[in-house]
């Protein structure tokens, strides 16, 4: 009953280290969405993918790549880490289309030296 | 692009007082939703609007959906401690990903 699993839960990069955030989701659903939290900016979203196969740009995709291995999976790589993408990531699932409810993980808080 | 504006960004509250977030769209939406985050948690789904005009109720919580589809709010009676968090709406057109308001931070003083 694990829902929305994201690893790792914390990570401390220097700049120009690259990275892959880790998300999977055990409910069957559909559609996956990696979003940014900054403080006061709300959720922000940088990727999504609709269904299995599919990938679209969000509100603020430069800097990241997603892919969706499979239909449980949706990763997130940072190829070369600035400080600006210091922030708490979110993976969420959703069903059934991008107007469905959306399940979140845990979180992964990243900080870049 | 579409935008979702959410008033106020801060509200302190004194435990038993209501408590009330507003949620606008630049645009009609098809649905609107709400999110509430606990400090250091992850947004949880609240509940989803579609019709235009639509109340629903959650114990204390009611949310609307307004007669255009461009608006909403949230409003919770005799706030208690346990509604700390910061409150979303997120709202979409057909076809196109969730637009997430920047949050409403609910603080309570017993």
């Known amino acids: 009953n694990a829902g929305v699993t994201q690893t790792p839960k914390f990570q401390v990069l220097k700049t120009g280290q690259s990275m892959t955030l880790q998300c999977a989701q055990d409910m069957n659903h559909n559609s996956m969405y990696w979003y940014r939290q900054d403080p006061g900016m709300g959720l922000r979203l940088i990727y999504y993918?609709?269904?299995?196969?599919?990938?679209d740009k969000g509100e603020v995709p430069n800097g990241y790549n997603v892919s969706r291995l499979n239909k449980r999976e949706f990763s997130l790589r940072l190829e070369s880490a600035a400080p600006s993408q210091t922030s708490v990531y979110f993976c969420?699932?959703?069903?059934?289309?991008?107007?469905?409810?959306?399940?979140f993980g845990d979180g992964t808080r990243l900080s870049i030296l | 692009g579409q935008q979702v504006m959410q008033i106020p960004q801060y509200q302190h509250v004194q435990e038993g007082e209501d408590f009330t977030t507003y949620c606008n769209s630049s645009t009609t939406l098809s649905n609107i939703q709400w999110y509430k985050q606990r400090p250091g948690g992850h947004p949880v789904f609240l509940i989803q609007?579609?019709?235009?005009?639509e109340v629903k109720k959650q114990k204390r919580l009611t949310f609307q959906f307004g007669e255009a589809k461009k608006n909403s709010s949230l409003h919770i009676t005799a706030t208690q401690t346990t509604d700390v968090g910061t409150y979303f709406c997120?709202?979409?057109?057909?076809?196109?990903?969730?637009?997430f308001g920047k949050g409403t931070t609910l603080s309570v003083s017993s």
């Open positions: 997120a709202g979409n057109q057909a076809g196109t990903a969730l637009i």
């Open positions: 993918s609709a269904s299995e196969g599919t990938t």
């Open positions: 969420a699932s959703s069903q059934r289309g991008l107007s469905q409810p959306q399940h």
């Open positions: 609007l579609v019709k235009s005009g």
